[in-house]
């Protein structure tokens, strides 16, 4: 049995997140997509059904009986065994859009489906990026029953200063936590294999500090926050999601944001995550091509993966930023910014695409990890596309 994740209707509303990945490889809580639907689902061999750029690093479907699957959800416990109790030719349908089916990925069609069933109950559904931190603390608290269930937590070092109740603090194997604050009234804290919250922090849940991250000294860190694997994390967020190998390792203010990986926030960045005059914040919509009304009063940053900040830059409130995009020049850079921008400004020229690929290689050595050739087309892909 094979897990096929299909982007078919949400791929387009993810971005800029989604042009380096499918839908279910987004972190959220403490997982990604696909990192939780394995662990509830027991079944290991993944596949996608994404765009076409993106499936010579993303495994296409083997012909073979599968579990077809949008991924951007939270099931109920119920959902999720009528998910299990599918048989072939089977679907589940949620707000008129196909989320579920057993089906064989030989001679794919959706009309190998033979009885659609309505799921009746209401679903934590992700559909656009401010969805990923508006509603991170379902997803912080479901992760953390998964992660946690019939495992001990590291004790709590007596250097700490602990507000809410114990069991609401897991530690796992590795990490150090010293001479901080933690707070559980609020929510739920989650702190990865050797993780490090370093001295002096003050953490207000629910938080998720994934494997091999650490917040800086003396961050201040309000949740709902994720930061994902090998990141770092200084100065103040609140309710921002990190996906992984990025860095806001310096004092500065990001809240209401999604970051995406091997991203750099240079030493005091800061986003607005309000306007002044308190209204709702309009975002860039690459499906649209305009700038859409979140409904949400706070809203800031969303960052696509490879993207950096010079030291001191000062970011709008809802600022869209692309792909490997340098912002630097002096002022507050506009609210939409292009995939590959060499300043941050509208007609800027592009940062060139052998330099992309060499910067890209040299930040991810430090993580020991290869920029292979699949990376390099996807970056050409969106260099000569978007």
């Known amino acids: 049995m094979q897990l096929v994740f299909s982007d078919a209707q949400y791929w387009e509303d993810f971005l800029p997140l989604t042009f380096t990945r499918p839908v279910a490889e987004m972190r959220c809580g403490i997982l990604t997509f696909s990192e939780r639907w394995q662990k509830l689902l027991k079944i290991k061999e993944v596949s996608y059904i994404t765009e076409n750029y993106l ?32 048989q072939q030719g089977e679907a589940l349908v949620y707000e008129d859009e196909l989320v579920a089916a057993k089906i064989n990925m030989k001679d794919f069609s959706l009309n190998q489906i033979e009885k659609m069933t309505d799921i009746k109950e209401e679903l934590i559904f992700f559909k656009k990026p401010t969805d990923l931190f508006t509603y991170n603390h379902h997803a912080i608290d479901f992760d953390f029953g998964l992660m946690t269930k019939d495992k001990v937590s590291q004790e709590l070092s007596s250097t700490n200063g602990l507000l809410g109740d114990r069991k ?13 604050t933690l707070n559980t009234k609020t929510g739920k804290i989650y702190i990865g294999k050797n993780a490090e919250v370093m001295e002096g922090c003050n953490l207000r849940g629910p938080i998720a500090l994934c494997d091999d991250s650490k917040f800086n000294l003396g961050a201040k860190i ?13 100065g103040e967020v609140s309710n921002i999601i990190m996906f992984g190998y990025s860095n806001k390792g310096h004092d500065g203010f990001v809240g209401n944001s999604v970051i995406g990986e ?39 940053l969303i960052m696509g993966d490879h993207s950096k900040t010079a030291i001191n830059t000062q970011l709008n409130t809802g600022t869209v930023i692309g792909v490997a995009s340098n912002i630097f020049k002096e002022g507050f850079p506009p609210n939409l910014i292009e995939n590959f921008s060499w300043g941050g400004f509208k007609g800027d020229e592009r940062f060139k695409l052998d330099k992309a690929y060499e910067v890209a290689e040299r930040v991810m050595a430090r993580r020991k990890i290869a920029l292979t050739d699949e990376d390099k087309g996807i970056f050409k892909y969106i260099f000569d596309t978007y």
């Open 55 to 86: 499936q010579d690093k993303f495994k296409k479907p083997g012909e073979k009986e599968s579990l077809f699957l949008v991924a951007n959800f939270l099931p109920t416990e119920s959902v999720l065994q009528q998910i299990k109790d599918l």
């Open 168 to 180: 609401d603090v897991f530690i796992e194997e590795g990490a150090q936590v010293e001479f901080s």
């Open 222 to 234: 309000y949740g709902a926050t994720t930061v994902g694997p090998h990141s770092k994390v200084g």
């Open 262 to 300: 091997w991203c750099n926030l240079g030493a005091d960045t800061n986003s607005s995550n309000l306007k002044n005059n308190y209204g709702h914040v309009k975002l860039w919509n690459y499906r649209t091509k305009a700038f859409e009304d979140t409904g949400l009063q706070f809203a800031g």
